[in-house]
């Protein structure tokens, strides 16, 4: 028996024509928007930050400070960032440690930020010797023997770090000694040629509190140098002749000492000999000796006369002490100069009681010059 199964009104092939034309329809729309939304989830970006670590110094430099990377992909290019007196030492997961990245460090499911980490350059400075055979060594505090040493000393400081004698600045020169020479407050920087010259002298209030290796390099001239790279700086002492002065140019003006050694020029003057005179017979017998200074002595110079009394003497009879009677002792530069350069006299009075006959002695004067 043979079964019809067409539709009886004819419209069921149209049905299933347009099922089939909806069903391609479909098809089609998903083939286009799955592999869209297959490429939209692998394609999710995040943020990578690039942070200088250098608490905003105005000398950082980068190409860039951010970039997209793609979940998956590694970082690729990294910026080489610039800072003035210091090194770059790469990129790394914190601020401080952490762990470096590269290139070839893969982004993940978030935004990342990574940081700069830096190296300070270093100064070195070299005290050099010129001859000298002591240097008074800064760090152990004790003279040296430096006769064969081209190097006394050497310090190190980083463009960052506090100089640790910053309180009066670089090492004294006078920390040397050479035999016939004394020394000369300067250093000559970076021969011993050079005439550019630095002051050894303390430094100001505001520098040495905050004094860094950057200080230093600049008080020395070398801190376009340090700003670029590790820096040694060689100092050469100044040393002048003893007995004489020396003056660079920029220095201000030297001196030479004028000295005058004027001995005082003054006299003391007595007579040759006195008579004693009194009563006749035995009794008190006198003498008047005149006793002048004169000359010419320093402003506050004075003149002391002192007497030695004299010992009568008589055959036959016991010794007598006379006595002397001194109206004045010292005289002062206007005495000596009084009297149109004559002086001042001072009668001294002797005195001795004697017994009738011949008698004699000496009275002795000295004098001395000081400063009242």
Not at 106 to 132: E, K, P, Q
Not at 272 to 280: D, K, L, Q, R
Not at 283 to 302: C, F, M, N, R, S
Request: hydrophobic share 35%.
């Amino acid at each position: 028996m043979n079964v019809d199964y067409t539709p009886k009104y004819g419209q069921g092939g149209n049905i299933l024509k347009q099922i089939k034309k909806l069903l391609l329809i479909l098809a089609a729309v998903f083939c286009i928007i799955a592999p869209a939304s297959i490429a939209y989830g692998a394609s999710q970006t995040y943020t990578l930050t690039f942070d200088g670590n250098c608490n905003n110094d105005s000398s950082y430099t980068t190409s860039i400070t951010t970039k997209a990377v793609a979940q998956g992909d590694s970082y690729g290019v990294l910026p080489a960032p610039t800072r003035k007196g210091y090194a770059f030492d790469g990129w790394y997961t914190a601020a401080t440690g952490g762990t470096v990245v590269s290139a070839t460090t893969i982004m993940g499911s978030n935004n990342a930020t990574v940081y700069a980490h830096w190296t300070a350059y270093v100064l070195t400075i070299n005290y050099m010797n010129d001859g000298a055979q002591k240097w008074h060594c800064y760090a152990t505090n004790t003279y040296i023997d430096c006769t064969n040493l081209e190097i006394a000393e050497t310090e190190t400081v980083a463009y960052n770090e506090l100089y640790k004698h910053a309180e009066y600045g670089i090492l004294d020169v006078n920390r040397f000694q050479k035999t016939g020479y004394k020394t000369y407050n300067k250093w000559k920087v970076g021969s011993k040629d050079s005439t550019f010259l630095a002051l050894d002298t303390n430094w100001t209030d505001e520098r040495k509190d905050t004094a860094t290796g950057k200080t230093v390099a600049e008080y020395l001239h070398v801190d376009k140098q340090l700003e670029e790279g590790n820096t040694v700086v060689n100092l050469w002492p100044v040393f002048t002749q003893s007995g004489t002065n020396m003056a660079y140019a920029g220095d201000g003006p030297i001196s030479t000492n004028v000295k005058a050694e004027i001995a005082s020029a003054y006299a003391l003057v007595v007579p040759e000999s006195v008579t004693m005179a009194g009563e006749n017979g035995t009794g008190e017998k006198t003498a008047t000796i005149p006793v002048t200074v004169k000359g010419d002595i320093g402003l506050t110079q004075k003149i002391t006369v002192t007497t030695t009394p004299p010992i009568m003497q008589r055959a036959g009879a016991s010794d007598v002490t006379a006595t002397v009677t001194a109206p004045k002792t010292q005289w002062n530069r206007t005495d000596a100069l009084a009297n149109n350069g004559d002086g001042i006299t001072s009668n001294y009075t002797v005195k001795a009681t004697l017994t009738p006959g011949d008698w004699s002695g000496t009275a002795e004067f000295s004098c001395s010059i000081s400063a009242f």
